[in-house]
């Protein structure tokens, strides 16, 4: 296997995330482009991220909160109203701690975790500014618009026509509030809130673990509390046991698993359980776990070669789909499977010489599927996720000149790329619906450090006003 899909930072190794090499500002030429050293990029993880946590657990110090301050133009964390850049009242970020909406949780001896009571009543909602044509933008974190969310804390997955989307939070300031939410798009009803006050940091499992929030100290023991969103019933739920690594952490909907080295493929049989057991020993590597209504999927590349794999209870791992290609981004909805098959002497390190957008349906029970030819892509790499709704697929993918989003009309295979809103603004795709693209957007002082500043909402009804056809 390549060195270069193993590359990690120490805060994406503390965090068990993967470490992002693609900045918000866009990619560099070939033959420098930071997605050519790993295939597990995204916008999120560098160190320069204002989620880098200080002291002996967690990464360098002095650089907790830096880029929240100055994303936030500054301004103070607090419960006034102030005017929000989106031309509303802001309501400030006191809903954080009011001490009638939260109730304490033991989580971990050093944290001061909170949940709230009833999350739609505290959860403000973001306040929204028309940007174009089918479009909406607005502050990631509702209130006063300051602080930031880190794109390799952000979730999200399909749920029917919905999605659901999970946030990791932050305010600026010198004593900053970790905030986890899961929201319930496009109504925004939050299915969980829980704010983190103590010397620790919240964050939501990682970028295919949206039920998934974990707590762990800034300094001391490095250990981590794991809490489940159970959706059936909509409430959180924390595990008995702590654990001590949560690298490459995942859900599938029904419970939770890891994979292990890119070699192993680990899952908890129940969701409250802290016991993992192998599912699958790959022959190559692994890539690009993912879940949704219990069934598990990942890629592995062979060298030459790839292929789909999926998994769930009560069935042995199935090769779904297999080819030539190397599988470099993968996502699926309850009924489609697409990803992106690239080829290429350094396809292994995440540089393409061709690619085109492969899909086939999610067969039940599971076996192998049909699949479909979708259209060449003018991508020389490929960052973040892939994500699948209705007849929708969406990417991050990479030119010899700039990272952009992509969207695929699977109806009549049609690529568009979307248009830029902010020249100066890195972005990249968070999520997708069976109606709404959505995308995280990296305002100038905040572009490169990993986290974003803004969200933005387009309607893919109106996709031609904001996106043009390849």
């Known amino acids: ?258 994979m292990d080295a890119r070699a192993t493929m680990l899952v908890a049989d129940t969701p409250l359980s802290t016991e993992l057991r192998s599912i699958y020993g790959a022959r190559g590597t692994l890539f690009d776990p993912s879940g949704n209504g219990g069934i598990l999927a990942w890629t592995e590349f062979l060298d030459p070669g790839g292929q789909v794999l999926a998994w769930k209870a009560g069935q042995d791992v199935t090769v779904v789909a297999e080819g030539g290609w190397d599988a470099t981004r993968f996502g699926f909805s309850s009924d489609r499977f697409a990803w992106i098959g690239a080829t290429g002497a350094r396809v292994s390190e995440g540089s393409f010489e061709s690619a085109r957008l492969y899909s086939c349906k999610v067969p039940s029970p599971l076996a192998a599927c049909e699949i479909e030819e979708g259209p060449v892509l003018p991508l020389s790499s490929a960052k973040g996720i892939l994500a699948v709704a209705g007849h929708y697929v969406a990417f991050n993918g990479c030119s010899t000149a700039q990272c952009d989003v992509y969207i695929v009309d699977w109806n009549d295979q049609s690529l568009y790329l979307l ?7 890195g972005v990249e795709m968070i999520g997708l619906s069976a109606n709404e693209l959505f995308v995280a957007d990296s305002s100038p002082d905040v572009r490169g450090t990993g986290d974003f500043d803004l969200i933005l909402r387009y309607d893919l009804t109106e996709l031609e006003s904001f996106a043009t056809r390849l």
């Not at 880190?150 to 600026?172: C, E, F, I, K, Y």
């Not at 248009?419 to 603004?425: G, I, V």
């Open 1 to 258: 296997m390549k060195p270069g899909r193993r590359s990690r930072s120490v805060r994406a190794l503390l965090w068990g995330l993967p470490l992002a090499l693609v900045q918000a500002a866009g990619c560099q030429p070939a033959g420098q482009h930071p997605a050519a050293n790993a295939r597990t990029g995204g916008l999120g993880g560098g160190a320069g991220s204002a989620f880098a946590a200080g002291g002996s657990s967690l990464a360098a110090a002095g650089e907790l909160g830096r880029a929240g301050g100055e994303s936030g133009g500054g301004a103070a964390t607090g419960a006034g109203g102030s005017e929000d850049a989106t031309g509303g009242t802001a309501v400030g970020t006191g809903w954080l701690t009011d001490p009638g909406a939260w109730d304490p949780v033991a989580t971990l001896p050093a944290c001061s975790t909170f949940v709230a009571r009833h999350p739609a009543d505290t959860w403000p909602g973001f306040t929204y500014r028309d940007c174009g044509a089918g479009c909406r933008e607005a502050h990631v974190v509702p209130g006063d618009g300051a602080g930031l969310a880190v794109t390799l804390g952000t979730s999200a997955r399909s749920n029917g026509d919905d999605l659901l989307l999970s946030l990791s939070l932050q305010t600026s300031g010198d004593q900053p509030i970790y905030a986890l939410t899961t929201l319930a798009f496009g109504a925004e009803t939050p299915l969980a809130l829980v704010s983190e006050r103590g010397p620790c940091l919240a964050q939501i499992g990682g970028r295919g673990a949206p039920l998934v929030y974990k707590i762990a100290p800034f300094q001391g023991k490095l250990e981590y509390r794991v809490g489940w969103l159970d959706l059936t019933a909509p409430g959180l739920s924390w595990l008995d046991s702590t654990v001590t690594t949560t690298l490459e952490t995942f859900d599938f909907g029904t419970s939770w698993g890891r």
């Open 419 to 425: 248009s830029r809103l902010h020249a100066d603004h």
